[in-house]
């Protein structure tokens, strides 16, 4: 008899286990997969808890499960599930609530209703639905290329899943790689979608990052460099700051240009303007630029004289070929185009010899060649 009440005992508790009852009131689970029957192994855990009348929902993999999801009835107070009814004449659902109404339903969640009384049981059904993927899915909005900006580059698309826009946040999120540097034939941007509570697996797609566009610009288009006179070369302004740039001259013989610097160095006076260009040749993130000044090269202009000038040597000149020590030079005429007259005054009333000579008087590092007399 021992032996035979505890057989009944140990059934007991298995069918109210199975039937998910508990004290004051239980519950009947019928599951279902996407309005079709189904069962917890497939679709599932859902367990009631009458104390606090909260449902939990444990959906397996790819599965989901939303508060619109549950049906519940109240049930007249029966033995078992086979001997319960709907309350009589009650057709209208118990309220479902989610105790977290932004918890994700691919996950664990819980789900309340009020319970009226210990004297009603329920029945609670469960419709799961499988997750949607969105390896399939629609990806648009995309640009041709993007341009390197040194920040990180993150194209906002649209997602589309059988014609349903997914809303970023609520049905897939999204990540990016590779998204600062210019792109390559081997790697480029890339956004990875994935699925989230009622979206499932992952899509990616690529998108292209092109080299930006440096600007180097010169101060001025143009300038002069005048032999004796101070020089102010045009500044370099690269965006952004820090390029490597190298100067070149398109004639070295009238000036050559540090290559690193772009310090002028004038050579010889030409009546052609050369060019002085520094160039950037690019590198993985900017394409190579470059920008170019016109450079005149000149002699000193001599300033029209109005009166004579004299020059007084106090040793004496090789050039000269002579005794006399003393000259004096008069300028005359303006510009380039002026030319001396050279005057020897003797050192005493008799010379002691007559000569003819020339010689070359420099102004501003051009030569004006001279006839001198010596007149007795």
């Known amino acids: 008899m ?88 009650y057709m209208t659902p118990v309220a479902v609530t989610a105790t977290n109404s932004g918890a994700d339903p691919s996950k664990t969640t819980t789900y309340t209703i009020t319970v009226p009384g210990d004297e009603y049981d329920y029945e609670i059904t469960a419709n799961f639905h499988r997750r949607t993927s969105v390896e399939d899915a629609t990806v648009t909005g995309l640009a041709d290329s993007y341009t390197y900006t040194g920040e990180p580059i993150k194209p906002v698309v649209t997602v589309k899943v059988g014609g349903n826009t997914l809303t970023l946040g609520t049905d897939y999120g999204v990540s990016y790689t ?16 994935y699925g989230i509570r009622t979206y499932m697996g992952t899509k990616t797609v690529e998108y292209t990052i092109a080299k930006a566009n440096p600007t ?21 302004t690269t965006t952004p700051t820090g390029l490597a740039v190298t100067y070149a001259s398109s004639n070295t013989n009238v000036a050559d240009v540090d290559q690193s610097t772009g310090a002028i160095t004038a050579k010889a006076a030409s009546t052609e303007a050369i060019t002085i260009t520094a160039s950037f040749a690019g590198n993985d993130n900017y394409n190579g630029a470059s920008d170019a000044y016109v450079l005149t090269v000149l002699q000193r202009d001599i300033e029209p004289i109005d009166e004579d000038v004299v020059y007084t040597m106090d040793e004496k000149d090789p050039a000269l070929q002579s005794e006399y020590k ?34 070359n008087v420099i102004i501003a590092a051009k030569k004006f060649p001279v006839a001198a007399h010596h007149a007795p």
């Open 216 to 236: 180097l610009t010169f101060s001025s288009a143009t300038a002069t460099y005048t032999f004796g006179q101070a020089f102010t070369q045009p500044t370099l």
């Open 2 to 89: 021992k032996q035979v009440f505890k057989h009944f005992l140990i059934s007991t508790a298995l069918l109210f286990a199975s039937l998910g009852a508990f004290a004051g009131g239980d519950a009947t689970v019928i599951y279902k997969l996407d309005g079709n029957a189904s069962s917890a192994d497939v679709v599932g855990i859902v367990t009631y808890s009458s104390s606090n009348g909260t449902i939990t929902v444990t959906p397996n993999d790819g599965n989901y499960l939303e508060a619109t999801d549950l049906t519940v009835y109240k049930m007249i107070d029966g033995q078992y599930a086979q001997g319960r009814t709907r309350e009589p004449n």
């Open 326 to 359: 003393h000259i004096k030079v008069v300028f005359i005429g303006t510009g380039n185009k002026a030319f001396a007259k050279l005057n020897i005054i003797l050192d005493n009333d008799s010379p002691t010899k007559v000569n003819r000579f020339s010689v």
């Open 178 to 193: 590779d998204s600062i540097n210019a792109s390559t034939d081997q790697v480029k941007g890339k956004i990875t979608l």
